[in-house]
């Protein structure tokens, strides 16, 4: 699987939107970009994932360039709650295996 | 739907003694996974099942962790003897298909 590389933390003033970056520019054609995140100490969570196009559900916007090298992940209006560490993590499209955890961005979502 | 439940959330054992972590995954989901998180480190992966079967065990530490699964429901992690670097926390997760991993709530571990 491809590595990502992100920035190490992020500040957002709360109701803006957050604009989490990640390069990922050895991403194969079968890869997907996924997103997780974590609260804290709790158990990674899914937020969103994609191949090529754009994808958009309740929590976020995914934004893959063209040229799939690098994307962002787009939380329209940031609350306090948002603040976690966020994972961008490329996986290949047909394995059942393991995600490969970096070290994140931690984002801070301040009042 | 009930998500990924994890059992105990916390566990506090001297080194030496034996400490099983249960996961219960979400009901039809195949495939399990555990990973955990030392002290200052990122999350790393363990092992993977399908169903019953160990798919993938690369990320097991030492013959100390023991992974099963009873009839492909839930999974338990023996450790046994614990040792003071196996502080951190244990996630489960599982999967119904290739691709979305749903993780729950994670056990602490700490050995003294």
């Known amino acids: 699987d491809a590595k990502t590389t992100q920035p190490p933390s992020m500040d957002c003033a709360e109701g803006r939107a957050a604009n989490l970056p990640c390069n990922h520019s050895t991403i194969s054609g079968n890869e997907y970009v996924y997103w997780y995140r974590q609260i804290h100490s709790q158990g990674p969570q899914y937020i969103i994932h994609?191949?090529?196009n754009n994808e958009t559900n309740e929590m976020a916007s995914l934004i893959i360039t063209e040229d799939r090298k690098s994307s962002t992940l787009i939380l329209p209006h940031a609350t306090l709650r948002d603040t976690a560490v966020y994972y961008c993590?490329?996986?290949?499209?047909?394995?059942?295996?393991?995600?490969?955890f970096g070290k994140g961005t931690k984002l801070s979502v301040k009042p | 739907e009930a998500g990924v439940t994890q059992f105990p959330s916390h566990s506090v054992i001297e080194k030496g003694q034996t400490v099983t972590l249960r996961c219960d995954p979400i009901?039809?989901?195949?495939?399990l996974y555990w990973y955990r998180r030392v002290m200052g480190k990122e999350i790393k992966f363990l092992l993977h099942?399908?169903?019953?079967?160990?798919?993938?065990e690369s990320g097991m530490p030492n013959n100390r962790f023991l992974a099963e699964r009873t009839g492909g429901t839930y999974s338990t992690l023996k450790v046994q003897p614990a040792e003071l670097e196996d502080s951190g926390v244990y996630f489960c997760?599982?999967?119904?298909?290739?691709?979305?991993?749903?993780f729950g709530p994670g056990t602490r571990l700490t050995v003294l």
């Open positions: 994609g191949l090529k």
């Open positions: 997760a599982s999967s119904p298909s290739r691709r979305t991993q749903y």
């Open positions: 009901s039809g989901h195949d495939n």
């Open positions: 993590i490329v996986r290949s499209g047909g394995s059942q295996g393991n995600l490969i």
């Open positions: 099942f399908v169903k019953e079967s160990k798919q993938d």
